[in-house]
Each structure stands twice: as C-alpha cells, then as structure tokens.
C-alpha cells in the first residue's frame, strides 16, 4: 500500500509559477513510476506528466511541455511538479498517482491512462486567474 500527499496549490495570477510537491510513503516508493493528472471542473481527470523510477525518462502532455517539469527526489520520497507561465486553462484539482507495474512500463514505456495508476494523492486545487 502506498499512501501519497500532495501540498503546493494556490492561487496564482496567470504568467506566475508554482512548485507542487507529492510525498509517498512506503520503502518502494522509488521503485514506482510516478505521474501528474489534473482534473477541471465538469471535465475527465486528465494526464499531465510522468517520470521514471530514477527520474531520467519524462513525458508531458503537449499543452504543458516547454512549461511544466516534472522531478523526484527519491531520499525524500518526493515528486515534484514545477509549473511555470501558468495559464487560466490550467485550474484544476491536481493528483499525483503510482504506476507501480513495471512489467507494463517495460513494455509499453509511460502510460497516459489514470486506471493504469493504482495510488492516488488526495488532490491540491490550483486556480490561475486572468
């Protein structure tokens, strides 16, 4: 079982920037592929980012790349993901979940599909205004 947190949402103006942060529990936790989704009011939950057990393999969604950055630390059992030239188009409660079957991610490489993700965070709310 693995139990994650998520802390770092807001409320930021449009152009600004914040950092989120998902803390995992468990002694496996640095095994696991671990991503970002992010779901908007009356909207499907959606992927943002993924990174692989030792951090050097990424994959973002296309509306984020070139903003977001997505990074672990696995001394502290941390995620992280880094949002900067926010947009209002990016409000939304934001999830960190484990993808922590790594025969499928050996075959199939990062899975955009939440029900491929077994843990969830409890949400943080991120509101961008205009």
């Known amino acids: 079982q693995v139990q994650l947190v998520e802390s770092g949402g807001g409320l930021v103006q449009a152009g600004g920037s914040l950092r989120l942060s998902c803390v995992g529990s468990g002694p496996t936790f640095s095994s696991y592929v671990m991503g970002w989704f992010r779901q908007a009011p009356g909207k499907e939950r959606e992927f943002v980012a993924a990174i692989s057990w030792n951090g050097r393999m990424t994959t973002y969604t296309d509306s984020v790349k070139g903003r977001f950055t997505i990074s672990r630390d696995n001394a502290k059992n941390t995620v992280y993901l880094q949002m900067n030239s926010l947009k209002p188009e990016d409000t939304a409660v934001y999830y960190c979940?484990?993808?922590?079957?790594?025969?499928?991610?050996?075959?199939?490489?990062?899975?955009?599909?939440?029900?491929?993700?077994?843990?969830w965070g409890q949400g943080t709310q991120v509101t961008v205004s205009s």
């Open positions: 979940a484990v993808d922590s079957n790594l025969v499928k991610y050996s075959a199939r490489g990062f899975s955009t599909a939440d029900y491929e993700y077994e843990y």
